[in-house]
Nanobody, 123 residues
Framework: VQLQASGGGLVQTGGSLRLSCAAS????????MGWYRQVPGKERELVAS???????NYADSVKGRFTISRDNAKGTVDLQMYSLKPDDTAVYYC??????????????????WGQGTLVTVSS
């Protein structure tokens, strides 16, 4: 599975952006999907995740401001971001957790990452 992220850019404090991520390949193997972010010198951190059944999880810092959604049939996951703050400035990565089976029936678990899209929030 390959992931292609888009939608980053420059926005002022209080503004909004929508990030999109589209999967290609064996999208039937996708389980959880999510968005992470990273700033230089820090570890990549979870922003939001969503299961194939639609259950969501958010970092405390974005609760009430960000909304994650997905389309299982299309293999897409979006992140709608409102009330953006300078602290939200980071490179955002989409992620897909994969589960599929070999011809012999053995389960294979792996992770696929998108290429990252830069979000810059000016003060």
């Amino acid at each position: 599975v390959q992931l292609q992220a888009s939608g980053g850019g420059l926005v002022q404090t209080g503004g909004s952006l929508r990030l999109s991520c589209a999967a290609s390949g064996r999208i039937s193997s996708i389980r959880d999907m999510g968005w992470y972010r990273q700033v230089p010198g820090k570890e990549r951190e979870l922003v939001a995740s969503i299961t194939s059944g639609g259950s969501t999880n958010y970092a405390d810092s974005v609760k009430g401001r960000f909304t994650i959604s997905r389309d299982n049939a299309k293999g897409t996951v979006d992140l709608q971001m409102y009330s953006l703050k300078p602290d939200d400035t980071a490179v955002y990565y989409c992620r897909a957790d994969l589960l599929y089976y070999t011809d012999g029936g053995a389960p294979v678990v792996s992770v696929s990452w998108g290429q990252g899209t830069l979000v810059t929030v000016s003060s």
